[in-house]
């Protein structure tokens, strides 16, 4: 009220946390002002001058302002080492401007985007799990207080695997290189293989046991694709899985391995070279195999499967026996059988003129004749008109037996009568002077024709 007018370009003004700062903003008069950042006490300060430059700088009360937000902390900030799940406690701070929390606006997510917007409510102080899914994953959490300051803080990532690694298994002959599917015999050793299949971001490492009994936990680390020969014999069993670098494991694989390297023997000791036509032998008479796999055998004369001598014809035969094991091991044996009716027997020799065969009676006044005799039993009776060289003798190898009607005085193992033979083998009869009978030869009581061999 002093005369002098308001200067109204000195008119500045300005809000501060200290109550010394320097106006600097213009203002009219009448006009309202505010402050809408910052946190803590702030001053507003106002200066005026008159046209002769009277000036007055006014300084506020305190100005109470909070545009802070809650601060989050995660107790685990992301981890790079891959697992199934990953967990983190969450913890919202107040800040100290006065504003309450606003627990209500409390929300997280697990998210393989760092931008995804918080969806599910949380306690401050409690862990929060994400344990499933693949990748990278961000936790992200958003606070807010009374006034509506928020924050929204994304945690670094964390690594989740939860694919579930597969492997597969591959059997080869050690030699031969052919392969070899799991319950199948095979007569080498076995080389195996694991390979990965699905593998998950962690990684996976790849194991094997062998047992008998298919209950063993795998245990021997093998690298994918590399080979391992395994010298077992008989049945076992290779046991194998995919261990996960997050602790996610594929089941256990078995495969079933039969492994027989024994060569099987056959024979035919129980058939005799000469056999009485019908008369029975199983062929062949009998094969082993030290092992499981299994065996057959079968013999055959030329392409012609043969199970017993008792189906063959008359005369000589060639038999070859296979034995054959499930794994595919062979052994072999070859005889050769004659087959004859004991009821003809057969000659060889030279006679001289007047000698004669006649039924089951020869008379053989010079020369001399082999008779094949395959089996024992048969008998006929001898004479003879003796000279020195009428002789015949049986294959028993023990003496010669000579029949004779009459001769010198003291001449032993003359023999008159009948004679039985007590072997296979032949009877022998020779004469160079004098007169040889051989007959009523018999086998078994039946008459025997007597032929000249072809």
């Keep these: ?3 002098a007018s308001l200067n109204t370009s000195s008119y500045k003004y300005i809000y501060s946390t200290s109550n010394t700062a320097t106006p600097n903003a213009s203002f009219t008069s009448g006009s309202t002002y505010s402050q809408t950042s910052g946190s803590g006490s702030y001053y507003l300060r106002a200066t005026a001058c008159d046209s002769l430059g009277n000036c007055t700088t006014a300084t506020s009360n305190v100005f109470k302002l909070d545009n802070t937000g809650p601060s989050i902390t995660f107790g685990t900030n992301g981890n790079n080492a891959f697992a199934k799940s990953q967990s983190s406690k969450i913890t919202v701070t107040n800040d100290s401007y006065g504003a309450s929390l606003n627990t209500s606006s409390y929300k997280y997510i697990y998210s393989t985007s760092n931008t ?3 969806n599910t409510a949380f306690t401050s102080g409690s862990t929060y799990t994400q344990s499933s899914g693949n990748g990278n994953y961000y936790l992200r959490a958003t606070a807010c207080d009374s006034l509506g300051n928020c924050t929204t803080t994304t945690s670094n990532v964390f690594k989740l695997d939860n694919t579930k690694p597969t492997v597969t298994i591959a059997a080869v002959k050690s030699t031969a290189n052919t392969a070899v599917a799991t319950n199948t015999w095979s007569n080498q ?3 195996f293989t694991l390979t990965k299949g699905t593998t998950g971001g962690s990684g996976s490492t790849l194991k ?3 047992d008998t009994a298919n209950t063993c936990t795998p245990n021997t680390t093998v690298n994918s694709g590399t080979a391992f020969t395994l010298n077992n014999t008989g049945t076992y069993y290779v046991r194998y899985q995919a261990f996960g670098g997050s602790g996610v494991n594929s ?7 039969k492994v027989d390297t024994t060569t099987p023997t056959i024979n035919l000791n129980n058939v005799p070279s000469a056999v009485e036509k019908g008369t029975s032998y199983a062929l062949p008479s009998s094969y082993t195999n030290n092992n499981t796999s299994g065996r057959t055998a079968v013999c055959k004369i030329g392409s012609t499967t043969v199970t017993n001598t008792s189906t063959l014809a008359l005369g000589s035969h060639t038999i070859n026996c296979t034995v054959t094991t499930g794994a595919g091991n062979t052994g072999t044996v070859s005889k050769t059988i004659t087959v004859f009716n ?3 027997v057969y000659y060889i020799g030279t006679m001289s003129q007047g000698s004669s065969i006649n039924g089951n009676t020869i008379v053989l006044t010079g020369g ?4 094949n005799l395959y089996k024992s039993g048969y008998t006929f009776d001898c004479s003879a008109t003796y000279s020195a060289g009428v002789s015949f003798y049986g294959d028993d190898g023990t003496s010669t037996l ?3 009607g009459g001769g010198p005085s003291g001449v032993s193992n003359k023999k008159n009568g009948s004679y039985t033979t007590t072997q296979a083998g032949y009877i022998s009869l020779s004469n160079s002077g004098g007169n040889l009978t051989l007959s009523n030869l018999k086998y078994n009581g039946q008459v025997v024709t007597i032929q000249q061999s072809s």
Excluded: E, F, N, Q
Aim: positive net charge; glycine residues 10%.
């Design 368 to 371: 001399s004749l082999t008779i």
């Design 251 to 257: 089941g256990v694989g078995s495969y079933t391995a």
């Design 342 to 344: 004991p009821l003809v």
């Design 189 to 191: 050793t076995l080389k």
């Design 116 to 118: 995804a917007t918080p």
């Design 1 to 3: 009220s002093y005369g």
């Design 208 to 210: 094997y046991c062998v």
């Design 402 to 404: 000579i029949c004779s």
